[in-house]
């Protein structure tokens, strides 16, 4: 079992910046991926970003590359998503998700483990 907590999120005007975390605790951390994804209203879940567990290496959905950077620290077991130059359209539920690979997917049904949610929400 793998508990997730995210927090960070709040209100913002466009342009500004959020760091959102994911605190994770239970099974061994190292052995899952934990990645982001948002939901905004009367729309369905999609991915954000993932990070690959062994290498580092990232992936970012076309609608935030450039703009997005996700992080972890493996010694706090937290997984950040630095967002930057917010824009109206990001304003969602933003959730990380774990999954027992270290592989990342942008695939809602390869994640066995969810957060509760954070509330983005920017203001134009």
């Known amino acids: 079992q793998v508990q997730l907590v995210e927090s960070g999120g709040g209100l913002v005007q466009a342009g500004d910046s959020l760091r959102l975390s994911c605190a994770a605790s239970?099974?061994?951390?190292?052995?899952?991926?934990i990645n982001w994804f948002r939901q905004a209203p009367g729309k369905e879940r999609e991915f954000v970003a993932g990070?690959?567990?062994?290498?580092?290496?990232?992936l970012y959905a076309d609608s935030v590359k450039g703009r997005v950077t996700i992080s972890r620290d493996n010694a706090k077991s937290t997984v950040y998503l630095q967002m930057t130059s917010l824009k109206f359209e990001d304003t969602a539920v933003y959730y990380c998700?774990?999954?027992?690979?270290?592989?990342?997917?942008?695939?809602?049904?390869?994640?066995?483990?969810w957060g509760q949610g954070t509330q983005v929400t920017v203001s134009s």
């Open positions: 998700a774990a999954r027992s690979s270290f592989i990342p997917t942008m695939n809602i049904e390869d994640y066995d483990y």
């Open positions: 990070i690959w567990w062994t290498t580092g290496r990232t």
């Open positions: 239970g099974r061994t951390f190292n052995r899952y991926t």
